[in-house]
Structures are given as C-alpha cells and as structure tokens.
C-alpha cells in the first residue's frame, strides 16, 4: 500500500495566520489527491480533490498544490471554525485507498 | 442536498458480524459509487470498500475475505457486513459517496462500533 505522511501532526496558529500542511506519498501519485476536515465529533466534510481543486461551497482560504509525490495544503487566513484534523487521502491505485494520519490543527 | 443516514448494531462480541446499513437520500443513487470507511482509535482513517448500482466493486484489501458491500436500488440503500469482528475493528464506521476520481462529498453520521465479551 502507498505510505501517507503527513507534517506537522499538529500545529497551533493565531486567528488570521497562513496555514500550510504539507503530505508526502511513498510513490508517485500523479496527482490524485484529496484533503478533508474533520471537526470534533462530525465527519470529515471534503475541502479539495484532484490535489488542486476546490469542492464546492468550500470557501477560497483553502488551496492545494502539488503532484507526484509531495502535496501542499494551504488557509490562506486561519478562521477559528478551521479548528479540527485535516487528512490528506490517495487513490492513485484503487483499491488500495490510503489515508494519512492527520494534522491537529489549534487555534492559539 | 443529498444527506446520508446510517444505522445498525453497535455493540457486538468477538466473531460476531458487524451489520450496517445506509440510506441514500438523492435522486441520483444509481449514478455513483456507495462504499465504507472506518476510523480506529489511534489508526486513522481506512477505507474498507464501494459498490455501485451495477454490482461492480472493490474492497480493502487487508479486509476482503471479511467484507461484503451491497446494494438495494429499489430502496436507495446500501450495507456493510464485517464477519469475525475483534477489538481491532472497534472504531467509528461512515458510509460515504464516492465522487470524482475517488473523493468521498457525502458522509453519513458515523456508527460507533464497540466489540466487547
């Protein structure tokens, strides 16, 4: 199976701040590659798919970059709702659809 | 708005099987793929599977011989069953719509899943 890391696991960050969340897959991708987030108790809710494209309704803080093997993703200007864990997910080799662990993302 | 919503038994004991079921609530249900991800303490999430309205599908696999996704057209549902449960598969169970490539844009609620003697 294809190795997801994702940096930092977790992070603290003013109100207002740019936040960047990098993933590294163990071989190249191309570029599939999605990012979700999860709020404490809900379930992850998808931000970006196809490394770079915005989900709908998704508000334009959120971006990401990216291809083969190593993934950006970036809030332009940290909202206190951005609180919660963000995953990164391949499925470049389907069905071996893998996740990484995910980044803690705090308000300081 | 499509919105899942997923209910079956929470608690099971050792080898039991684990039963879930999830119901579409779209006009579209034969059009996509319908499948399963779970999130175990301290492991993240894992997708187990999918399968769609033409009985095509794929499952994880680390838990293949285990699994078995169905699908009821006619109700717009579609289950999960998980043979010979074990602690190791304690962990928060979503149904999901699979979109583009293999983006997931619809969760259902999540079932919390206890395996317990």
């Known amino acids: 199976d294809i190795e997801m890391t994702q940096s930092p696991s977790s992070l603290s960050a003013y109100v207002g701040d740019r936040v960047t969340i990098t993933c590294q897959a163990s071989q190249d991708i191309n570029n599939y590659l999605n990012w979700y987030h999860q709020k404490p108790g809900e379930a992850p809710k998808l931000l970006i798919y196809d490394a770079s494209e915005l989900e709908a309704g998704v508000p334009s803080r959120f971006s990401g970059s990216g291809s083969g093997r190593r993934f950006t993703f970036v809030i332009s200007r940290l909202q206190p709702e951005d609180v919660g864990t963000y995953f990164c997910?391949?499925?470049?080799?389907?069905?071996?659809?893998?996740f990484g662990q995910g980044t803690r993302l705090e308000i300081k | 708005q499509v919105h899942l919503q997923q209910w079956g038994a929470g608690l099971l004991r050792p080898s039991e099987t684990l039963s879930l079921t999830c119901a579409a609530y779209t006009g579209s249900f034969s059009v996509h793929d319908w499948g399963w991800i779970r999130q175990l303490p301290g492991k993240g999430l894992e997708w187990i599977g999918e399968n769609n309205f033409s009985g095509y599908s794929n499952y994880n696999g680390a838990l293949n011989s285990r699994v078995t996704i169905s699908i009821d057209a006619s109700e717009n549902q579609f289950s999960l069953k998980m043979t010979s449960v074990t602690a190791a598969d304690a962990g928060t169970y979503y149904c999901?719509?699979?979109?583009?490539?293999?983006?997931?844009?619809?969760w259902g609620q999540g079932t919390e899943v206890v395996v317990s003697s």
């Open positions: 999901v719509r699979k979109a583009y490539g293999h983006a997931f844009d619809v």
């Open positions: 997910q391949q499925y470049d080799t389907v069905p071996s659809i893998t």
